[in-house]
C-alpha cells in the first residue's frame, strides 16, 4: 500500500511510487459553490473480467481502439472517466482533480438530488461484481478514502448501484462494505441503507 497519501491544492494526489496521474479530457467545472458531498465506488475491468491491461487508462482518455476486441465496439465511443483507479495490486491512477467533475455516476439521484457527478467523488477498482476485490485494493481505498475525507466535506459513500439502482450493479455482491467501513471509521448512517444487517460474502 502506498504510504502517507496527500493531496496538493489542486486536488490531485502528490507523486510518490504507487501513484500516476494521466489527465482524462471527459471532465468539465463543478457547478459553482457545489460542496463535494458523496464519495462513490466503482467496479470496472477490460475486456470484462480481464485484469492488468491497459484498456481502463485507454477509455478514460479516449483511445479505446475499438477493434481490439468485440466489446470494445460497444463502448469505444462513450466519455467517462473516474477521478481515482486503483488495480489489482493497489497501485492508483488518478485521471480527474477531485475538485473538478469526473464523469464516473451518469444519470444518477442521491439524497434527492439528480446529476451526482456535480457534489461526489468517483473511484474505480478493478474488478468484476463477482469476484472479490484484494486486500491492497481495500487499503489502498482506504487510505484515499481518509486523504479525501480530511479535505472535502464528505458526508456519504455509495456504490455506483445505489445511486443507478435500474442500470448499474457494482461494486457488486462481493464488496466487502463492512470491513471498508472498519478500515475507514464511515458511521453507519452515512452508508449504503441495509449494509449493517448484510450478510458478508468474502474470500480471504
Not at 502528490?14 to 463535494?36: A, M, T
Not at 464516473?104 to 439528480?114: E, L, N, T
Not at 481495500?138 to 456519504?156: D, G, I
Request: glycine content about 6%.
Amino acid at each position: 500500500m502506498t504510504e502517507d497519501l496527500k493531496l496538493d491544492r489542486h486536488g490531485w494526489l502528490c507523486p510518490q511510487p504507487g501513484v500516476r496521474h494521466i489527465r482524462s479530457p471527459n471532465q468539465d467545472r463543478r457547478p459553482l459553490l457545489e460542496n463535494i458531498s458523496l464519495l462513490v465506488i466503482h467496479n470496472i475491468s477490460l475486456p470484462p473480467g480481464q485484469f492488468g491491461g491497459p484498456h481502463v487508462q485507454q477509455l478514460f482518455t479516449n483511445t479505446l481502439r475499438s477493434h481490439e476486441h468485440p466489446f470494445f465496439a460497444q463502448i469505444a465511443n462513450l466519455r467517462v472517466s473516474a477521478h481515482f483507479f486503483i488495480n489489482r495490486q493497489g497501485r492508483i491512477i488518478q485521471f480527474v482533480s477531485a475538485n473538478r467533475r469526473a464523469w464516473h455516476a451518469g444519470v444518477s439521484r442521491f439524497d434527492g438530488r439528480d446529476r451526482c457527478n456535480d457534489f461526489s467523488i468517483g473511484i474505480e477498482l478493478e474488478g468484476t461484481d463477482l469476484t472479490p476485490f484484494t486486500d491492497d485494493q481495500y487499503l489502498q481505498l482506504a487510505a484515499l478514502t481518509t486523504v479525501l475525507r480530511n479535505r472535502y466535506t464528505l458526508k456519504a459513500v455509495r456504490g455506483h448501484q445505489h445511486i443507478a439502482p435500474r442500470r448499474k450493479t457494482d461494486p457488486g455482491p462481493y464488496f466487502d462494505w463492512h470491513w471498508y467501513r472498519r478500515l475507514t471509521g464511515w458511521d453507519w448512517r452515512q452508508m449504503p441503507e441495509g449494509i449493517a444487517s448484510q450478510r458478508i460474502v468474502r474470500v480471504s
